[in-house]
C-alpha cells in the first residue's frame, strides 16, 4: 500500500511523461508535493522503486519509468488527481498534449547572442516546429550566435524555442533585453540588488546590471540543431 505522498509522485510523474515526453526534474517534483527538499524526493523514488512501481533508466538523466499504476485509482481519479497536483505546480492546469507528428509554425525573430550582447527581435519569419516539443503558452524562436552557452549544450546555430514570459527564477536560461536595445540568452541569477546574467562558458565573464536595465522577455524551453 502506497503512502499518499508515494500516490502523488507517481501521478504527477506519469502526467509529465505523457505531457512532455521528459520525466520531471528533482526540483520540480519538489514543488508539486510541496516537499521541503530534495532529499524527500529521493526517498519517494526510491521507495516506489522497491515496490515496483517506477525504474530508473540507465544513463540518462532525468529518466524515469512508471511501470504500474496503484492499483485503487481508476483513470478518471488519476487524472483528476495528476491535474489537481499539476495545478499546483503551474499555476494551471495542463492542455491536451499535442500529437508527436504535429508540426506548429512559431514566430522567428532574428538572432540572439550567446556572447555579448547584440539586437534581437529584428524581423518575423517563422519556424516550424514538432509540437511535441513545447508545453503550454506563447512561443517564439531565436538563432543563436555565439558560444557563451555551450557548456549548456547550446551552440553557434541552434535555434532556442523560447516561452514568452516576463518572469524567471534564479538559474533559468532567459532571453533577457538589456537596456531596451540588446537582447541575450544566458543563466538569470540575482545578487546584492543587482541582476547577473551568467554565461555557460569559462571563457566569458558574467554580465552585472542594475535591475531596471534587464527585462526578462522569455524562457528556454527547448532546441532545435541543423546537422548539415
Request: charged share 25%; no cysteine; hydrophobic share 40%.
Amino acid at each position: 500500500m502506497l503512502t499518499a505522498k508515494q500516490h502523488e509522485l507517481i501521478r504527477f510523474i506519469q502526467r509529465k511523461l505523457e505531457e512532455t515526453g521528459i520525466s520531471p526534474s528533482f526540483e520540480e517534483m519538489k514543488e508539486a508535493l510541496d516537499l521541503k527538499s530534495k532529499s524527500g524526493v529521493h526517498r519517494l523514488i526510491s521507495a516506489l522503486e522497491e515496490r515496483g512501481f517506477i525504474r530508473r533508466l540507465p544513463n540518462r538523466a532525468r529518466a524515469l519509468e512508471v511501470i504500474k499504476q496503484p492499483e485503487n485509482v481508476t483513470p478518471t481519479a488519476r487524472s483528476r488527481a495528476v491535474n489537481d497536483v499539476l495545478t499546483r505546480a503551474t499555476g494551471s492546469a495542463p492542455s491536451p498534449r499535442a500529437a508527436a507528428n504535429d508540426v506548429i509554425d512559431i514566430p522567428l525573430h532574428g538572432r540572439i547572442a550567446a556572447g555579448a550582447p547584440i539586437e534581437a527581435l529584428e524581423g518575423q519569419t517563422s519556424l516550424p516546429v514538432p509540437a511535441a516539443l513545447l508545453g503550454p503558452g506563447e512561443h517564439y524562436a531565436l538563432e543563436v550566435s555565439g558560444d557563451s552557452m555551450v557548456e549548456a549544450g547550446i551552440f553557434d546555430g541552434d535555434y532556442a524555442l523560447v516561452r514568452r514570459t516576463d518572469t524567471a527564477r534564479d538559474g533559468e536560461i532567459v532571453v533577457a533585453l538589456v537596456r531596451g536595445e540588446e537582447a541575450t540568452l544566458k543563466y538569470l541569477r540575482r545578487e546584492n540588488g543587482r541582476i547577473r546574467l551568467d554565461p555557460a562558458n569559462g571563457a566569458y565573464e558574467p554580465q552585472i546590471y542594475a535591475p531596471h536595465e534587464v527585462v526578462v522577455q522569455g524562457k528556454l524551453a527547448g532546441l532545435l540543431r541543423r546537422y548539415h
